[in-house]
């Protein structure tokens, strides 16, 4: 009886090599049972061997199952693209692609995020046609730790099938089963989430000697002892499947070449006549065929090659065919495969290399759960057994031996040069001058700016301001009404809000001259530029003229104090479409300008506010800036924290955007015409009104992105209450000597490293850690105020400690 030996690959079920294990029995009872599985092991184990087995015994059982295998999906496709795959491999594994035009269901759902739209299509197409239990295998789980997305909210969305058998009955009837070469603990990175702690591990163990008697049937009538062969089979690879599997294969090869090759040098022919010829001519028999052809051709082996010593037999394949020049011989590939996963790895191979390093020094260690013990279990390299970690078998250990670890680990003595400790300060402060130098040549103004803008947005989420309301014209408002709006409507407009009592309202609308349309439906007692000149609760909006533009007036014999510019500063050179950082208090306004007032629009409103607080603005004596109650708003000097050339005029100040997404409660233009708000949201707020269909250009670049001109008002007058009324931080640049010390202290670190650190590769993982240390300060230090010299520090940091490694690299003794 021959047996066909499966190397490499998953075994078709009928497979005639197959071994059962026990785990075969715990993962079909439990999917039988509707028990979520997971089976996550090191590769080449027989995971995907196990799921096809387990398939075909399921669907015995009029179980439905469905294989998802994520390679098939790519590394390469996005967010949409993967979710949109499994959907795909689901239609097709459940034969759903005549059932239902999933296609069209599928873009009817674009509303809804990825991996909602997946849910629904599950519960609500799958389950919906599928009426038996159904059992979803995702095979190559390990994939989704190399794509460009997280996909926390998958592993989540199972969690949750899981968790909502209560309450759904048609969720009883789902289950799943992970495959794939990873642990519990990847499945969910994100440390803020609920970890993926459901369902029931499957232990994959190497094959047994009982479990494995039926690979014996291979060399059957070719060896005297089948199964001390398979019993020395196991002593090298310790019953790891793909090894045994190839073993095997190797036993029965040899032996059946064995046999072919003594016949060929007899002179004979190779058919079964000749052959049958030859073993009776060899044993003496006259008539061979008189014997079964196995036990003749075992009596052969036994006498001709000498092959009876099972063991040594068994030793002699595996040094010639498997140790001997292994990096060229294993195929299919497997022993390369450990190997690249060690010093491949993501998180550094040299603590792997030591751990293993220590495992080949002691025999065994105990476990401990951590990180880089779990890495090492998942190349296979080890396995667990009885709380130790040992080499997972002889073979492995074979090649992956004490000098091979040693070849692999970086010389004790690399790069390890004591300096002397007077180089540090000095090549430290050399560094820190360059920099600083480079820094006020305006050459890092972009990086330092862009560095801000990506701390602003890490800031933790803020509340609404809930002292303001926005009033939007949107889009649909405009095709009502007409744009620009007409001087009626504006109006009533006002007088509404008028009469539910806020405390001011700005009116974020640049208009010059009065606007009628023939077929108006809305009219009013009073015109427009009448309104605003009798009223003192409406500030209205113009623009202050500069060198590049005339400016915009309002209406005619409106006070200045009645009005606020709109003029804001960008940080983009001779564009006004670059990101706004700064907020523009007032200035100076020339004599020829149209808006006569030297107050922002955002100014005059949160004056307006905090007057009815008894909180009037004054000006420090010393700088002349703007005194609030006990918060002064410090003006920006000519070379304030990362800006060294920007636009200088007027008195501004950094804008600390408010980090909430609205800033405000909104309304519509509609639904304040028709009585539809109510009235306690605009009393005694700041009222802003403002366009944002997107029809009308009032656009900004913002930290946050694209912002519109109202929302840009919206947190000028947030920034000023926050800071007076709830002593909400203002940022604010340390003066010139401060950053010098900041950025010298770093540098000054980056040359540390160097020397308490000798060895390279802990050298720049310090720095790493060094680095993200400064970055979450720097962080830290903006939420309550601070702005630092990020970039610089970082690079003095960096830069110090190169200089210091070139130093100790070139006076290094030999």
């Known amino acids: 009886m021959t047996n066909d030996y499966h190397v490499g690959g998953s075994l078709p079920p009928n497979a005639t090599s197959y071994v059962i294990r026990s785990a075969d029995k715990k993962l079909y009872e439990g999917l039988k049972a509707g028990e979520f599985c997971y089976i996550l092991n090191s590769r080449q184990m027989g995971k995907s061997s196990l799921r096809v087995h387990t398939q075909k015994r399921l669907e015995a059982e009029g179980i439905v199952c469905a294989v998802v295998d994520l390679t098939r999906i790519g590394r390469q496709a996005n967010e949409q693209q993967w979710y949109k795959g499994i959907a795909l491999r689901l239609v097709s594994e459940l ?11 599928w873009d009817e759902h674009d509303s809804l995020s990825p991996v909602q739209r997946l849910g629904e299509f599950i519960e609500a197409v799958v389950l919906d046609i599928i009426p038996q239990n159904l059992v979803i295998f995702i095979d190559e789980i390990d994939s989704t730790l190399n794509l460009s997305f997280p996909t926390d909210d998958f592993f989540a969305l199972i969690r949750a099938y899981y968790n909502g058998r209560d309450t759904k ?18 499945l969910i990175q994100d440390k803020t989430k609920t970890p993926f702690n459901i369902g029931k591990a499957i232990e994959l163990q190497g094959f047994k000697l009982d479990e494995a008697l039926i690979l014996t049937q291979g060399f059957e009538g070719k060896v005297q002892h089948p199964r001390k062969v398979l019993e020395s089979i196991l002593y090298w690879t310790a019953g790891q499947p793909f090894l045994t599997q190839k073993l095997c294969h190797l036993v029965q090869r040899f032996c059946d070449s064995s046999l072919d090759r003594m016949i060929k040098n007899s002179g004979l022919s190779q058919g079964i006549d000749s052959r049958d ?10 008539q061979a065929g008189w014997l079964p052809l196995e036990r003749v051709s075992r009596s052969v082996i036994e006498k001709i090659s000498r092959t009876n010593n099972e063991r040594e037999l068994v030793k002699q394949i595996v040094r010639s065919q498997i140790l001997v020049n292994w990096e060229f011989t294993d195929h299919p590939e497997h022993l390369r495969t450990i190997r690249d996963r060690i010093l491949l790895s993501h998180h550094g191979s040299i603590p792997l290399l030591r751990l293993y390093q220590q495992i080949l020094h002691r025999g065994e260690i105990p476990t401990d759960e951590s990180h880089t013990q779990q890495e090492l279990l998942l190349s296979g390299l080890v396995v667990q057994r009885q709380g130790k970690l040992r080499v997972h078998n002889p073979i492995y250990q074979s090649i992956f031996n004490r000098q091979w670890v040693k070849s692999q680990l970086p010389a004790q003595n690399e790069h390890s040069v004591k300096t002397p400790a007077w180089t540090i300060p000095i090549l430290s402060g050399v560094v820190s001058v360059v920099v600083i130098g480079v820094r006020s040549l305006g050459l890092l103004q972009g990086l330092e700016l862009q560095a801000l803008d990506g701390l602003i947005r890490l800031r933790p989420t803020e509340a609404v301001d809930s002292r303001l309301l926005l009033v939007k014209i949107t889009e649909a408002d405009i095709n009502q009404y007409r744009y620009p709006l007409s001087d009626d409507i504006l109006v009533q407009l006002l007088q509404k809000l008028e009469s539910m009592q806020p405390r001011v309202i700005g009116l974020d609308i640049y208009r010059d001259n009065p606007i009628h349309y023939r077929d108006r439906t809305i009219t009013s007692s009073v015109d427009l530029p009448t309104y605003l000149r009798q009223t003192n609760q409406v500030i209205h909006i113009c623009k202050v003229s500069s060198e590049s533009d005339q400016g915009t007036a309002s209406f005619p014999d409106i006070p200045w104090q009645n009005l606020g510019f709109s003029n804001v500063l960008v940080d983009s050179q001779n564009t006004e479409t670059g990101p706004l950082r700064r907020q523009l208090l007032y200035q100076k306004v020339p004599s020829i300008s149209p808006c006569p007032t030297p107050y922002a629009l955002n100014v005059q409103l949160a004056f307006r506010y905090l007057a009815a607080e008894t909180i009037l603005p004054k000006f420090t004596a010393k700088n002349g800036n703007l005194q609030l109650k006990d918060v002064i708003f410090t003006d920006l000097n000519p070379r304030a924290g990362g800006y060294q050339r920007y636009d200088f005029r007027g008195q501004q100040i950094l804008l600390n955007y408010r980090a909430a997404q609205p800033i405000a409660q909104s309304v519509t233009l509609t639904e304040v015409l028709q009585n539809q708000i109510n009235p306690q949201w605009v009393k005694n707020r700041v009222i802003l009104i403002g366009v944002t269909a997107t029809s009308i250009k009032d656009s900004f670049s913002t930290p946050y992105g694209e912002m519109r001109g109202l929302e840009i008002q919206a947190h000028g007058v947030s920034q000023i209450l926050s800071a007076v009324l709830d002593q909400r931080p203002l940022i604010q640049p340390g ?41 979450g300060l720097s962080l830290i230090l903006l939420i309550h105020g601070y702005w630092i010299p990020l970039i610089p520090s970082a690079i003095a940091l960096v830069c110090s400690k190169g200089t210091l490694a070139l130093y100790s690299f070139v006076v290094r003794e030999p």
């Open 95 to 105: 034969r759903l692609a005549n059932r239902v035009k999933w296609k069209l269901w």
């Open 169 to 186: 009955k048609r969720y009883q009837r789902l289950t799943f089963a992970l495959l794939g070469v990873a642990s519990p603990s990847d």
């Open 277 to 286: 010829n030859f073993i009776g001519k060899t044993l003496g028999i006259s």
């Open 735 to 775: 003066n010139f000597w401060s950053e010098v010390l900041w950025i010298c202290g770093c540098s000054f670190i980056g040359g540390v490293l160097v020397q308490l650190i000798p060895k390279h590769p802990y050298q720049i993982l310090a720095l790493c850690t060094a680095l993200v240390l400064l970055s």
